[in-house]
T-cell receptor, first 114, second 116 residues
Framework: AQSVAQPEDQVNVAEGNPLTVKCTYS??????LFWYVQYPNRGLQFLLK??????LVKGSYGFEAEFNKSQTSFHLKKPSALVSDSALYFC????????????FGRGTSLIVHP | ETGVTQTPRHLVMGMTNKKSLKCEQH?????MYWYKQSAKKPLELMFV???????ENNSVPSRFSPECPNSSHLFLHLHTLQPEDSALYLC???????????????FGPGTRLLVL
């Protein structure tokens, strides 16, 4: 079985400050981890993924995420938030050797204040 | 744009109506997916088609009926829906399903469905 948890429904941050959106996962075996972003009235857009290799993954729009196996986490980060980053963020996990169909979290709403 | 289109973008229907949602992908992918998105709930996988064959039906009620006539088109036929079926229905595609999990899914903008 595979699951992912996004413990925060909403994250508020001031423009220019660093942001973190949290994600923890549970899988049997090695995980493949993804972050997607959803802007209003749009579908989900791929941001970044971790498959193997370097634990720090860099993605689109200046976002990055760090894979932490001991803490089973894959938190999304950005050094300096923009108002335009305000959106809904989804974490997803796939278990290696499983069905290879992703399981998504319930999403975290990021609000960046000017 | 991601190359996945969905029509209509908004749909209001009564519980006795029959309607269909359409998805088209222009990416040359072989796998297509239907998801249901409800507020504050995880994205729910409904159906998976891989090379036009339905490979997943995630315990979806029979009032939802998918159809995949070719790798580029996916439909979701709706009949006698319930108010709790109101949600955003997302279509997605990927190069193929059941591969090494390395592939990205590409999503359409969704159809916002309201059942009265």
């Amino acid at each position: 079985a595979q699951s992912v948890a996004q413990p925060e429904d909403q994250v508020n941050v001031a423009e220019g400050n660093p942001l973190t959106v949290k994600c923890t996962y549970s899988v049997s075996g090695n995980p493949y981890l993804f972050w997607y972003v959803q802007y209003p009235n749009r579908g989900l857009q791929f941001l970044l993924k971790y498959i193997t290799g370097d634990n720090l993954v860099k993605g689109s729009y200046g976002f990055e995420a760090e894979f932490n196996k001991s803490q089973t986490s894959f938190h999304l980060k950005k050094p300096s938030a923009l108002v335009s980053d305000s959106a809904l963020y989804f974490c997803a996990v796939i278990a290696e050797g499983g069905s290879y169909i992703p399981t998504f979290g319930r999403g975290t709403s990021l609000i960046v204040h000017p | 744009e991601t190359g996945v289109t969905q029509t209509p973008r908004h749909l209001v229907m009564g519980m006795t109506n029959k309607k269909s949602l359409k998805c088209e992908q222009h990416l040359g992918h072989n796998a297509m997916y239907w998801y249901k998105q409800s507020a504050k709930k995880p994205l729910e996988l409904m159906f998976v088609y891989n090379f036009k064959e339905q490979t997943e039906n995630n315990s979806v009620p029979s009032r939802f009926s998918p159809e995949c006539p070719n790798s580029s088109h996916l439909f979701l036929h709706l009949h006698t829906l319930q108010p709790e079926d109101s949600a955003l229905y997302l279509c997605a595609s990927s190069q193929a399903a059941y591969t090494q999990g390395r592939e990205t899914q590409y999503f359409g903008p969704g159809t916002r469905l309201l059942v009265l």
